[in-house]
C-alpha cells in the first residue's frame, strides 16, 4: 500500500491536537501545537489561529488524548550534581528554565551528541505532562570548533582552507543539518536557538565584569583567563581541587602560555595570525573561550537562572 501523502494525512486529522515542526528556511525550524482546525490553520492553547503552509511541515504527529489533570499532583526529582541529592523540580511559578548544551558546527553530530539531545528533550516533555511550563535554550557554538591548544588551527577553519568556502557558510550547513538531525528523531525544538557569534558582545561584557570583580585577568600573552583560585567553590561539580590538578589536564595547556596558575582558563584569546572568525574587543582582536559562551548566552536569555 503506497504511503500516505502528508496533506492526506494532514486533511485526516481536522479537528485533532496536533504538532507540526515547520522548517522556516536557513536551518531553523518552529514547532507549533494545537487542534488542526484547517489544512492551512490550528488554534494553541490561547485559542489564537496559527496559519501555516503545508509545504513547510517537515514533521507532523497527532498528540493523543491526555487529561494532563491526571497528573499534575505528580514531580519529577533528579541527582543534584552540587549537593549529591535528589532534588525536586518545581520550576519559579510553574516554569522551569533549561539550558541545554547544543552542537559545535564544524561537522554532523553523532549519536553521542544527539543522545544529550534527546535526554534534554525527555525531561522537558515529562516536566510539561506534570503541568510545568518549560522555556528551553539550546545554543549553536558556531566559534571556536575544538582547537585542542592555542597552536591548533580550528577545524572549521582548516575545512574553509581546504574548500575554499567561507567558514560560517560551513557552520550554517552543519547547523542545518542538526536541525534536520532533531525533526527526524521527533525532538521537540527549543525555544531559541542562539549563536555563539551573534552574542559576541555579550561575552564581552560579561569578561569585563570578571575582570572588575578580580576574578579574570589579561595574561602575559594578551589573551584573558579566568582565575580558579579565586574562587572557592571551583570544583564543587567536577569533584576536581586545585591542588591536585596537573598541568595539562586542560587541552589548551602549553608550557609558554601567559596564565598565572595551569588550571587558569581562558575568556578571551587573541586571534594572533588567524584572520578569520574573530572579533574586536578591549583587549585586542580575538574570539572566546569555550566556556564564557554557554554563561554569557543563558545569563542573557534566561533571565540568569537555570
Not at 516536566?127 to 575544538?146: A, C, K, P, S, Y
Not at 555563539?196 to 561584557?205: D, G, L, P, R, W
Not at 591536585?244 to 581562558?266: C, I, M, T, V
Request: hydrophobic share 40%.
Amino acid at each position: 500500500m503506497a504511503a500516505m501523502s502528508l496533506r492526506t494525512q494532514i486533511v485526516q486529522a481536522l479537528g485533532k491536537r496536533v504538532t507540526l515542526r515547520l522548517h522556516e528556511g536557513d536551518g531553523t525550524f518552529r514547532d507549533i501545537v494545537g487542534v488542526l482546525q484547517s489544512e492551512t490553520t490550528l488554534i494553541d492553547r490561547r485559542g489564537e489561529t496559527i496559519h501555516f503552509n503545508p509545504d513547510e511541515v517537515a514533521v507532523f504527529r497527532i498528540i493523543p488524548v491526555f487529561n494532563r489533570r491526571d497528573v499534575s499532583h505528580g514531580q519529577l526529582s533528579i541527582y543534584d550534581t552540587m549537593t549529591r541529592k535528589l532534588q525536586t523540580i518545581l520550576g519559579q511559578d510553574g516554569v522551569v528554565t533549561m539550558y541545554c548544551c547544543g552542537p559545535t558546527v564544524y561537522r554532523d553530530a553523532h549519536v553521542g551528541n544527539l543522545r544529550t539531545f534527546l535526554l534534554a528533550d525527555l525531561l522537558s516533555r515529562t516536566l510539561q505532562m506534570l503541568g510545568l511550563e518549560v522555556r528551553l535554550v539550546q545554543n549553536i557554538t558556531d566559534v571556536g570548533h575544538m582547537a585542542e591548544d592555542f597552536s591548533d588551527v580550528d577545524k572549521i577553519l582548516a575545512e574553509s582552507e581546504k574548500t575554499k568556502v567561507d567558514p560560517f557558510e560551513i557552520a550554517r550547513s552543519y547547523e542545518s543539518k542538526f536541525h534536520q538531525d532533531l525533526a527526524l528523531l521527533n525532538i521537540k525544538a527549543a525555544d531559541s536557538y542562539p549563536r555563539a557569534s551573534e552574542k559576541m558582545n555579550q561575552m564581552i561584557s560579561a569578561i569585563e565584569q570578571l575582570i572588575a570583580t578580580d576574578h579574570a585577568y589579561v595574561g602575559t600573552d594578551g589573551s584573558v583567563y579566568f582565575d580558579a583560585t579565586s574562587f572557592p567553590s571551583y570544583g564543587a561539580l567536577s569533584g576536581n581541587r586545585l591542588d591536585a590538578l596537573k598541568p595539562g589536564h586542560r587541552y589548551e595547556y602549553s608550557d609558554d602560555g601567559g596564565k598565572k596558575f595551569h588550571a587558569d582558563w581562558a575568556l578571551w584569546k587573541l586571534a594572533g595570525t588567524r584572520t578569520q572568525m574573530i572579533w574586536d574587543s578591549p583587549w585586542g582582536a580575538g574570539y572566546p573561550g569555550w566556556h564564557i559562551e554557554c554563561s554569557a548566552m543563558s545569563i542573557e536569555l534566561l533571565d540568569s537562572h537555570v
